[in-house]
């Protein structure tokens, strides 16, 4: 009888607040993470919460919270992208060629470049949603088809090389030396997003108070948003006591981590605000059903795909930006991560169900445990088996979760 009441509490605990409960469950466990870490390595130099590694941690985190926005949305549409890490590593390295080799290259057209990736990234993208949309074709196996291809595509125009160094107002993408928007912007821009957060508030609650719906309680109200302010006030102070290298000047932001922010509020603005959010739910929640709805799945399904591979080559941007140098191997097994992340954060492999703040949240999470064994001088293969664990348990507790909601 006790343990059915606190489960009752919890419960109505949950409801109050409105908030998900995977996403809580997401932001305990990042919590205790960052907690053991900071424990176990106390006393030394770069200890897990100093504003050094916590920034580090945000330029590491961006490159796969660039692409996990866009693979929710594959997912939730029951479909699968294995091609991703292949799509960034050949995408990054045609816009490297762009950059240095002639005609085109000797350092300029970074623009060019740019917008040529992600070009490039986004054609990909809908040729391989046109064969599992049009022709059936399993996702599995084009986009199998499509790590292996991209994959040795990227050596084969290389010619085996590495390729770089790239333009300087290119390299500003991956948030080296110059990377960063300083504390002046950094705090406008946060200064941005809380006054985002207090009009959300007040407008959806007035919306839902002028339509009869329910509304949470105030003190809910103002715990919720309460701590989004100070979560976001915290990151704008973590993000301006890293200074540059000999001098007291704070770096900022970094533009990698404002790419990523940028993106995933996009992405979820779309998801839950627009017909093609609406639209890509409904597939993934029952195809046939969608489709007698009038919804055009099939092209629905090419776009969801042409914007995955759009992201994966702003990622790769990104990546051969912080590089200076782009790789064969850039990229290489990238996929994981992505989908580890998505689903670490909630999204259901079976579709129709995930959020894009929880697969970031699951992005953040797998770069945290990264960062802290890195940290620890635990051996990769350790480092693996780990992630691998979590990934597990991630899945148990989302089939637990959406089973109980039933």
Known sequence: MQMQSVSKAHTSLVSSLGVDGRILTMLVVLAVVWTVFQILTMGQPGQFLSPQ??????????VVGIMVGGMVMVIVTRQIDLSVGSVL???????????????????????LALLAGLLLGAL?????GYWVA??????????LAGLLIFRNATFIVASGRTIGPLNDN??????????????????VVGLAVMAYIVYQALTNRNRRIKNGLPVRPMWA????????????LAFVLVMNAFPYPGTNVPRGMPVPVLITLIVLFVLNWVALNTRFGRYVFAIGGNPEAAL???INVKRMLVAVFALMGMLAALAGAVQAARLNFVTNSMGNLLELDVIAAAVIGGTALA???GTIVGAALGALLMSSLRSGMVLMGLPTEWQNVVLGTVLLAAVIWNSVYLRSRR
Do not use: D, R
């Not at 590593?89 to 045609?94: E, K, R, Y």
């Not at 290119?170 to 705090?187: A, P, Q």
């Open 134 to 143: 049009y022709w059936g074709v399993p996702a599995f196996v084009v986009t």
């Open 170 to 187: 290119f390299k500003v993408l991956g948030g080296g030396l110059n990377g960063s928007i300083g504390e002046f912007w950094t705090w």
């Open 89 to 111: 590593g050949f995408s990054g390295m045609i816009m490297a060629l762009i950059q240095t080799v002639p005609p085109l290259g000797w350092g300029g057209n970074w623009l």
């Open 221 to 232: 109200e103002v715990v919720v948003n309460g701590a989004l302010l100070a979560l976001t």
């Open 351 to 353: 579709g129709g169900s």
């Open 292 to 294: 007698l709805a009038g």
């Open 124 to 128: 990909i993208g809908a040729f391989q």
């Open 53 to 62: 590694n916590l920034w580090n941690l945000s330029v590491q985190t961006a």
